[in-house]
């Protein structure tokens, strides 16, 4: 039999495309084995240092041959074993095919997935969420979460059937804030049921909607954002549980903001009084 990996210390050295290890992370692409796994993939070492200092459980840490010596890999891949975890140091022709690109990033964590059970958010005062109808394109809710993570709002509930938050594209568009933004995960009456006993405001965003985003004050109250669709906007019976539905005015020819684009928009609005420029990070 060919060997499939060689051992050195606590890292295994791999240099085929056809090593199991390396194919179930590959599979990592599809849906269908992130499930089976319950696993993600995330690339760069930032990322990586993030979500160990965040407390998720990293399953596999890969580097490339290059990083070999590299201090602060070293001390990813301790951690990672420490962590009980296994650690691949892989030629370039497998980091690319694990990652799909011709220049990868010299690590990549393969994490467990971690959602938030929509029963244990219950919201308090200045607590913001961001509710996602049926949310379609991975870019749109990865760019959501980083926008999340940058005002300083709670997380994201994804209501319905929608893209797949750990989804290579989306975890990449997210920036890290994969690691920062709790997620949850329901069926539109699972999430009409949790939002019956929401105490706070519900602000839905409808292109129909009566109210001018900038004139309702959503005071220090918890808030509920509630976004539609892509294609086809929010449905009627989330729109009816909305406290109010707001529209933000467009002065051109376009029929709609992109959906991410409309998400920034209102959460600025929503915690503008809690933003101020000396919290951004250096
Ligand atoms: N054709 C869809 C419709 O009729 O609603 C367009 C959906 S839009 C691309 C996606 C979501 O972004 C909307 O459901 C709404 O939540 C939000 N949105 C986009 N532009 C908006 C605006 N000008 N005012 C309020 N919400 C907006």
């Keep these: 039999m060919t060997e499939q990996h060689r051992t050195v210390g606590r890292v295994k050295e791999v240099t085929s495309l056809a090593n199991p290890l390396v194919k179930d992370i590959k599979a990592l692409a599809l849906k269908k084995f992130r499930d089976q796994q319950h696993a993600f993939m995330a690339e760069g070492l930032k990322l990586v240092i993030d979500a160990l200092d965040l407390g998720w459980s990293i399953k596999t840490l890969v580097f490339a041959k290059a990083g070999l010596g590299n201090p602060t890999i070293e001390k990813v891949a301790a951690r990672t074993v420490a962590a009980g975890g296994t650690v691949l140091e892989v030629s370039e022709k497998v980091l690319s095919a694990i990652t799909r690109r011709d220049n990868p990033q010299m690590v990549v964590g393969v994490f467990s997935q971690q959602f938030v059970a929509l029963k244990d958010i219950r919201p308090r005062d200045g607590d913001v969420w961001v509710a996602l109808d049926r949310v379609r394109d991975p870019g749109n809710l990865g760019t959501v979460m980083r926008t999340v993570d940058a005002v300083g709002a709670r997380g994201v509930i994804l209501v319905g059937d929608t893209t797949d938050p750990f989804a290579v594209e989306t975890v990449r568009a997210t920036m890290g804030s994969i690691f920062a933004v709790p997620v949850a ?75 991410a684009v409309a998400t920034g928009v209102m959460l600025y609005e929503i915690r503008r009084g809690a933003l101020k420029l000396e919290d951004i990070r250096a």
């Design 185 to 259: 995960k329901a069926t539109t009456e699972q999430f009409l049921a949790w939002r019956r006993g929401f105490a706070g405001l519900v602000a839905g965003t409808h292109l129909k909607g009566a109210v001018d985003y900038r004139s309702v004050d959503f005071g220090n109250r918890p808030v509920l954002l509630l976004m539609g669709n892509e294609q086809q906007g929010l449905p009627d019976e989330l729109a009816a549980s909305c406290d109010h539905l707001l529209r933000i005015p467009q002065a051109g020819r376009a029929d709609s903001l992109n959906l």
